[in-house]
């Protein structure tokens, strides 16, 4: 069965500094791995995905991702941490196995970003 | 142009009561999935509809229900309300839907439920 994993409940960095956000993932067939921001009373926000191609992806606000197949994971990262991005963090998985496949989530880490 | 519009946020209903929540999707996007956002579970799929058919469904009790309008609106409708069933509900269009891996869901703001 297809699932994802964020072992990290919360990750506390300063400002200025990078961050990381883990997932790992578990699926069958190849992935289709998005990673969604969750601001507080807010719905979800799209960041980016990895769908094949180059294992580096950028997206949205300087965040971007490392696919790694052999470690099944799919970090977000970002050099340099703002406040402003204190939020919770979703890693999702897609398996497209049998042509159609939902959006499973993560749990969700909370990031929080100190001046 | 318009994104996804859930109503009502905010509601409070009493066990045993039923409730119906409206999704409107971004123009144009004919599939629809609701999820349902708790802090132990984390984001649980209940279901998809694509052009007012039921496509998917996840693992929820029959008390959960839900359909799609010609015009690609969606309610969902929950029975015979538990106190478990407090959540933030949020619904998600885009335009294909699980028939697309690389698909990226839009989500509503969505519809905070307590229920005492």
């Known amino acids: 069965a297809q699932s994802v994993a964020q072992p990290e409940d919360q990750v506390n960095v300063a400002e200025g500094n990078p961050l990381t956000v883990k997932c790992t993932y578990s699926v069958s067939g190849n992935p289709y791995l998005f990673w969604y921001v969750q601001y507080p009373n807010r719905g979800l926000q799209f960041l980016l995905k990895?769908?094949?191609?180059?294992?580096l992806v950028k997206g949205s606000y300087g965040f971007e991702a490392e696919f790694n197949k052999s470690q099944t994971s799919f970090h977000l990262k970002k050099p340099s941490a703002l406040v402003s991005d204190s939020a919770l963090y979703f890693c999702?998985?897609?398996?497209?196995?049998?042509?159609?496949?939902?959006?499973?989530f993560g749990k969700g880490t909370k990031l929080s970003v100190k001046p | 142009k318009a994104g996804v519009t859930q109503t009502p946020r905010y509601l409070i209903k009493t066990r045993g009561q039923q409730v119906t929540l409206s999704c409107s999707p971004i123009?144009?996007?004919?599939?629809v999935s609701w999820y349902q956002q708790t802090p132990g579970q984390g984001l649980q799929f209940l279901f998809e509809y694509f052009s007012e058919t039921q496509r998917n469904k996840g693992n929820f009790p029959g008390r959960f229900s839900g359909r799609q309008f010609s015009n690609s609106r969606s309610e969902m409708n929950v029975s015979t309300l538990e106190l478990g069933d407090s959540a933030l509900y949020l619904c998600a269009s885009s335009l294909a839907g699980s028939l697309s891996g690389a698909n990226v869901l839009t989500f509503g703001a969505g519809s905070r439920l307590t229920v005492l």
């Open positions: 123009s144009g996007h004919r599939s």
């Open positions: 990895y769908i094949t191609g180059d294992n």
């Open positions: 999702a998985v897609r398996d497209m196995r049998g042509s159609q496949g939902n959006l499973i």
